[in-house]
């Protein structure tokens, strides 16, 4: 029997066996792999998935930066990283399978034609000895000045054959025209299609279990609007201080950091109109379309702050302007907290009030949905005075999962109502370890598929939000220190709140 | 060990007791599903391996069925177990193990049926080669959604696929001899499209694991092909048409593993049900 040529493109034993979903074979080259990032979240990332068989079969890293280094002396060092902030056992036969296609390359990013024609040289020798078709990720893991030079050196020298995709880290400029340079620089070598804007938050599990809980439930898109929703609350709270990053932060700040992108990308997925599929461009359709709708909060409606000595878990810790770094005068902002506005349909007149802070009470990022309280309690009035209004309760982090706060009877005599919750707790329904969300997005980006980083005009939008807010910030000078690490903030943070009859919620 | 339980409202009493014990600590009850056990004398020790470390990957309330012989009547006990989820935080599933004597073994799904979990797919594990055409595999299958079995457990092979192909319109079945094959089944697929001139297939391993791959081939590819079978207590070499074909990558899947799979899939599967069908033939 001979065997046609339709037989040849259709397999019959491929059917019903598990898709292979292992990407095609490349070679990640990591700008500024000397930096923290590097060691504790990209190395125990590409750890984890060579540990689930999830890497590409053919598959290379090139660690590059300043620091003289060997490439011996950079396997070593990333293993310990491994070995130290890995969330698998550490297994010597995965690490050297994956420390067999480690290299390292020192480079000054200002003099690319010494260090491009070096890099190019080792990437040659490692296609070749690996089997790697010329497919590169680039991942810039660079300060925001040396990403032009890095950019043209990789865009000008385009590998033959193969993909290049490049992924960029946070920050992604500091207002709307670097951020327009910075994506005109991109845009002169590769497509949008090539570039992945990172923001580590998408990435996260319980992120993704937003989309799920909207669009694969059909109880609660029915109330997802002005109609049924009282205002949505959204906390990014961190009780860390700005743990050595001063030069970083002193520029950024909390609206930089944090409320620029994981903040107002929260936003968007909380408030987002059901896309017509999964694929990339759809989702991010719908996102952009809400950031779109989010009008400018007056003055009155954006509170910031600035931590002062304070005590966290029992110890004291130091103020902002104390910390090693740190202008003693700094009028950076640590907190910032705004009320916002979707202008569209669907949410017109619902409040979304959004905080973030360092040196808060506690580590604690929650989505918290409250409704309009039961028009007519045909209950006495003190029965149902431990009556709090229903509130969804989606935790991105920790305790990973979504309660529900509902009023329940009291047992015994008369009808005493209660709030009480119904707790779902992710990691109680599905015992599988929950991958790092850079596992996630660097798979993600080596399959191709860029859902979960950000797109162009997505950032665009952003930073429009952002500059108008910082832009009424140069008329005043608030007095900082205005809230005690250990704390939530300002107390004009609650008055945000207060005005409309409304409080944060409790913790 | 706690008083024998008599009766199924006892089980539920006792149950709904242990998740209120305020001395556990966390009460909070986290399911995915319901999966029963099914363990003749024979399998009593291999089962309660399994089991261990089950609970923890899927959160689910397990029913341990032990059929002797008598003349009525059950005997249960109830455990709950706690997994810790971080400071006061805790997730209790729940282990009932009865011991049904005479007409309860005879009629396991009158027992089984009040404390199947509402709404949450069934799953039912049965050790050993089922009794098919017994009225306590009849009921069983008729209650669950899957059925899991591990034909390398069974005698006599292949006929009893004969009778396993008459439940799969009633049941989604998975085998655990047959997750055991994957591996090489994807090795087999990438000789494609030599393999389709294929004749004979020689398997060193367990006989179900030979008939299984046997069957696949000539359910997959149409034709007939012979199978010859060496004796080995897992696959470690197939041949075909007397040339050894390469050993496929990866590691093998970690026994805990397989049936933890098997518990995600809820579909049936017609490239298995195929392959056992050619597999009698």
């Known amino acids: 029997m001979t065997v046609t040529e339709e037989q040849r493109q259709e397999n019959p034993l491929t059917v019903g066996l598990p898709l292979s979903r292992r990407p095609e074979p490349c070679a990640m080259v990591i700008f500024g792999a000397s930096g923290d990032l590097t060691k504790r979240k990209l190395f125990p990332a590409l750890y984890s998935l060579a540990v689930r068989e999830l890497l590409p079969e053919h598959f290379a890293v090139v660690g590059v930066a300043r620091t003289e280094e060997s490439d011996e002396a950079f396997r070593e060092r990333m293993k310990a990283a491994v070995q130290e902030f890995g969330r698998d056992e550490f297994r010597d036969d995965v690490w050297e399978r994956l420390a067999d296609g480690i290299r390292y390359v020192t480079a000054d990013f200002m003099d690319t034609e010494t260090f491009f024609s070096r890099a190019a040289k080792v990437l040659t020798a490692l296609d070749k000895e690996r089997g790697i078709p010329g497919n590169r990720i680039g991942y810039l893991a660079v300060p925001p000045d040396v990403i032009e030079p890095i950019v043209e050196g990789i865009g000008t020298r385009p590998s033959k054959g193969g993909w290049t995709r490049v992924i960029v880290e946070k920050p992604f400029g500091h207002d709307l025209a670097s951020a327009t340079e910075l994506n005109d620089v991109l845009h002169k070598y590769f497509e949008e299609s090539q570039i992945y804007r990172i923001d580590h938050y998408l990435g996260k599990e319980t992120v993704q279990n937003m989309l799920a809980l909207r669009f694969a439930n059909g109880i609660f898109e029915p109330l997802w609007n002005r109609l049924i929703i009282d205002h949505v609350q959204i906390t990014v709270a961190e009780s860390i201080g700005i743990e050595g990053r001063a030069g970083y932060y002193e520029k950024a700040g909390a609206i930089r950091d944090i409320f620029q992108n994981h903040l107002l990308q929260l936003v968007a997925l909380t408030a987002m109109e059901p896309p017509i599929d999964f694929t990339s461009d759809s989702v991010r359709n719908e996102k952009v379309k809400v950031l779109k709708s989010i009008s400018t909060p007056g003055p009155r409606d954006v509170v910031r702050g600035q931590y002062g000595r304070g005590y966290v878990e029992g110890e004291e810790v130091p103020g902002y302007r104390e910390e090693p770094g740190v202008d003693p005068n700094s009028m950076t902002e640590t907190y910032v907290a705004a009320k916002l506005f979707v202008d569209n349909w669907r949410w017109a007149g619902t409040p979304f009030y959004v905080r973030t802070g360092k040196r808060l009470a506690r580590r604690e990022t929650t989505i918290a949905i409250e409704f309009k309280k039961a028009p007519h309690p045909p209950f006495e009035e003190l029965a149902a005075e431990g009556l709090r209004p229903n509130v969804l309760l989606i935790n991105i982090q920790p305790d990973e999962g979504v309660s529900l706060a509902i009023g329940a009877k009291v047992p015994g005599q008369g009808l005493q109502i209660r709030t009480v919750h119904m707790d779902f707790l992710y990691g109680g329904a599905f015992r599988t370890d929950m991958p790092e969300a850079y596992e996630r997005l660097l798979l993600d980006c080596m399959r191709g598929d860029s859902t979960l980083f950000t797109r162009e005009d997505e950032v665009v939008e952003q930073w429009q939000l952002v500059d108008a807010i910082v832009a009424a910030w140069q008329r005043d000078r608030p007095s900082f220190p205005n809230y005690a690490a250990g704390t939530w903030g300002p107390p004009t943070a609650d008055e945000i709140l207060q005005r409309d009859g409304r409080a944060w919620r409790r913790h | ?281």
């Open chain 2, 1 to 281: 060990m706690a008083k024998t339980l008599t009766s199924v409202s006892e089980i539920e009493r006792k149950l709904a007791a242990l998740r209120l014990d305020e001395e556990r600590g966390a009460r909070q009850r986290t399911s995915v599903m319901t999966h029963i056990a099914w363990v003749p004398e024979e399998w009593v020790e291999a089962a309660e391996d399994v089991l261990t470390g089950l609970a923890e990957r899927h959160p689910s309330r397990t029913i341990v069925l032990f059929p002797l012989s008598g003349d009525g009547g059950l005997e249960g006990d109830v455990d709950v177990e706690l997994f810790g989820r971080g400071a006061g935080r805790g997730v209790c599933t729940d282990t009932i193990r009865i011991r049904l004597h005479g007409t309860s073994a005879a009629h396991p799904a009158s027992v089984v049926e009040p404390l199947l979990i509402p709404d949450l797919p069934v799953f039912l594990r049965w050790r050993g080669l089922p009794s098919f055409g017994d009225s306590a595999f009849e009921e069983l299958v008729d209650t669950v959604d899957r059925l899991i079995i591990d034909s390398t457990e069974w005698p006599g092979l292949p006929a009893p696929y004969g009778d396993l192909g008459k439940v799969f319109d009633r049941v989604a079945v998975s085998d655990i001899a047959w997750a055991r094959t994957s591996r090489w089944r994807s090795m087999l697929a990438s000789l494609w499209p030599q393999i389709a001139e294929l004749r004979k297939i020689k398997v060193t391993g367990t006989l179900a694991q030979a008939h299984l791959l046997a069957g696949w081939l000539r359910s997959r590819l149409e034709r007939k092909i012979e199978m010859e079978h060496e004796p080995a207590d897992k696959l470690v070499g197939v041949e075909l048409d007397g040339e050894p074909a390469p050993f496929p990558s990866g590691d093998p899947p970690r026994p805990a593993d397989l049936l933890s799979d098997e518990l995600d899939k809820l579909d049936r599967d017609p490239i298995y049900e195929g392959a056992v069908r050619a597999a009698v033939t």
